[in-house]
């Protein structure tokens, strides 16, 4: 008898090692969201806190359809211009997890190039390019490429941001219609062009 039950306590020591041990695993196999995306909205941020903080001269040099114009900014549509790249961040875990990071090192612009793509057709940002001075670490430029509709327009967004000098926001709007057009934006505070 003392051996049935020092058996059936086996057994039942065995059965319960077995089931924690598959807990564990399922446990270990459901991943955290760890990784860290550069943070391009506090980025844009501290730019535009740093605008607002000089008195730069803001201008915006538009040419749209071979047309050339150029105006002189106040800091609220400096901002409002400026939002267009706060709303490309990508580090929202909602969204975060389309996208895929790659890192190079770019002698020709000494610069280490965070690459921030997604094969998803339905992300309107599909790619970004960081570049990082490879010295100091500090941002040089930053590129953006979106992809939206808006009703029966299809656009194509590049982005373009220069570290404390400047930005362009440029558009290729095509219909269905047969309309093809362009909208080149160059936002300039602290910029030679």
Not at 71 to 94: M, Q
Not at 163 to 189: C, D, E
């Amino acid at each position: 008898m003392k051996i049935v039950t020092v058996n059936v306590l086996f057994i039942f020591s065995a059965l319960m090692a077995c089931h924690s041990n598959k807990n564990y695993t399922i446990a270990k196999s459901v991943k955290a969201d760890t990784a860290k995306f550069f943070p391009l909205a506090a980025f844009f941020k501290s730019q535009i806190q740093y605008v607002d903080l000089r008195n730069f001269p803001i201008y915006k040099i538009t040419l749209e359809d071979g047309k050339k114009d150029s105006v002189s900014l106040n800091k609220e549509a400096f901002i409002s211009w400026a939002g267009i790249f706060i709303k490309k961040s990508i580090d929202d875990p909602t969204i975060k997890g389309l996208y895929t990071e790659t890192v190079f090192h770019d002698l020709s612009t000494a610069s280490y190039t965070l690459n921030y793509t997604t094969s998803d057709t339905a992300a309107q940002v599909r790619n970004i390019d960081i570049l990082l001075d490879d010295e100091t670490n500090n941002v040089k430029r930053i590129f953006i490429k979106s992809l939206y509709k808006r009703g029966d327009t299809s656009i194509e967004e590049q982005c373009n941001w220069k570290a404390f000098k400047s930005f362009q926001v440029n558009r290729s709007l095509q219909t269905h219609n047969g309309y093809n057009g362009t909208s080149l934006n160059y936002i300039n505070w602290n910029d030679k062009p």
